[in-house]
């Protein structure tokens, strides 16, 4: 299959390209960037020398190559709801991994992103890419778009879903600490991505107002079936990747940690991405670095009836690029893992 990628000098776009480097169906055709164009690839990202010497091009070269099948667009949100509705009509299938598509109702788009929304009729056609719980759903022959999910969102619902799903917590008392490394706000420069702000430092940010709130509660109440209210609070913290999620629900009957464990590891016993911890260990960001992991604990909590549930995941595999190729392996019916069989970085 021969695809392309749009912002291949970002964060996502780079982690693309490593890891569709392992993977035997794929031909990289364009790879393209508006601010860099015309330099190399290596110029932007030395890593890549002697392993992929590409060009990065103008997104011309992508709109007259007829070869292309399919299109990663890694771009910050507001830039697809224009282009993907084009290369739709082309006839190419079209994987996001912003924003754009994720928010079935663009009025909310519009409140939480500040910006105007996708049209609404390319809105309905985008499948959500949580390839774990949306599996059948992607399947489907039609689906042409992918709404590739959240680094966020990602960590916390496949945290969350088995226990809400078996209504064994409280939906209206879900409270999730989540912390994210600093390639999770990309490569672009900001007074609060440097060094000297971050480090030994740790920094609440968007308290009440980040736009995977919506985004998270779409899918919970799509899961439970009613209305789901979630108070969600993000923290910058000095590291490079990773995201953990830990997470607080009021239990609705009486349960031990060991069964809780077992209703987990039965919900994804054929997920071979999420591994399930042992009551009494817990997850750590190091133990899913570079890989497509998601690593998921259990506690409950007797003293004050709650459950904890921490998730873990590397914000640009499982919460970006990675899964973005798992969604390509599932639509084209390839084994999901291929090209992600990657051993965790550790330590
Ligand atoms: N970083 C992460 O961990 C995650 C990121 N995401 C989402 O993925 C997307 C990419 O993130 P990330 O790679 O980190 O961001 P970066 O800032 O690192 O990269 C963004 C890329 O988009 C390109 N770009 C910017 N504006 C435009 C435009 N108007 N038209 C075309 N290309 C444009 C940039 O290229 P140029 O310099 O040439 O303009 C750059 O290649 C974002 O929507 C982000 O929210 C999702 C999950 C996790
Ligand atoms: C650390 C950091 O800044 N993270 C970003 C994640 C952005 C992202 O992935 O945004 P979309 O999924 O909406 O495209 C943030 O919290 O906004």
Redesign the pocket.
């Known amino acids: 299959m021969k695809v392309g990628i749009v912002g291949a000098n970002g964060y996502g776009g780079a982690e693309l390209l490593r890891l569709l480097h392992h993977h035997p169906y794929i031909e990289i055709e364009n790879v393209v960037s508006h601010s860099t164009k015309g330099t190399s690839l290596t110029k932007q990202y030395p890593h890549f020398t002697k392993i992929n010497n590409m060009k990065l091009e103008d997104l011309y070269q992508i709109e007259i190559n007829e070869e292309i099948d399919l299109l990663f667009f890694s771009t910050?949100?507001g830039v697809t709801k224009e282009m993907i509705p084009y290369f739709l009509e082309k006839g190419k299938i079209c994987i996001d991994?912003?924003?754009d598509y994720?928010l079935k109702d663009g009025q909310l788009y519009e409140k939480w992103?500040k910006k105007s929304p996708a049209p609404s009729y390319y809105l309905q056609k985008a499948v959500y890419g949580l390839c774990e719980v949306n599996r059948k759903q992607l399947q489907l022959p039609e689906v042409k778009l992918i709404a590739n999910?959240?680094?966020?969102?990602t960590a916390t619902l496949l945290g969350l879903i088995p226990a809400l799903k078996e209504k064994l917590i409280d939906p209206d008392s879900i409270i999730i600490d989540a912390k994210?490394?600093?390639?999770?706000?990309?490569r672009s420069p900001s007074l609060g991505n440097l060094f000297a702000e971050i480090n030994e430092n740790m920094k609440a940010?968007?308290l009440g107002e980040?736009?995977?709130i919506p985004?998270i509660e779409q899918v919970l109440e799509e899961v439970y079936g009613e209305g789901v209210n979630i108070s969600f609070t993000?923290h910058?913290i000095p590291m490079t990747r990773g995201i953990m999620c830990t997470m607080y629900a009021n239990l609705t009957k009486e349960i031990t940690t060991e069964e809780m464990t077992n209703i987990y590891r039965l919900a994804y016993e054929d997920e071979h991405f999420i591994r399930i911890y042992s009551p009494g260990e817990s997850p750590a960001t190091k133990n899913v670095s570079g890989s497509n992991f998601c690593d998921i604990g259990l506690k409950v909590d007797k003293r004050t009836n709650r459950l904890i549930i921490v998730s873990v995941i590397d914000?640009l595999v499982k919460?970006?690029a990675g899964q973005a190729i798992q969604n390509m392996n599932l639509i084209n019916g390839w084994d999901e893992r291929t090209g992600l069989e990657i051993v965790p970085l550790f330590p």
């Open positions: 910050p949100s991994l912003s924003g994720r992103y999910p959240g680094c966020y969102p994210s490394g600093v390639s999770g706000a990309g940010y968007k980040h736009q995977h985004e993000t910058l914000n919460g970006a």
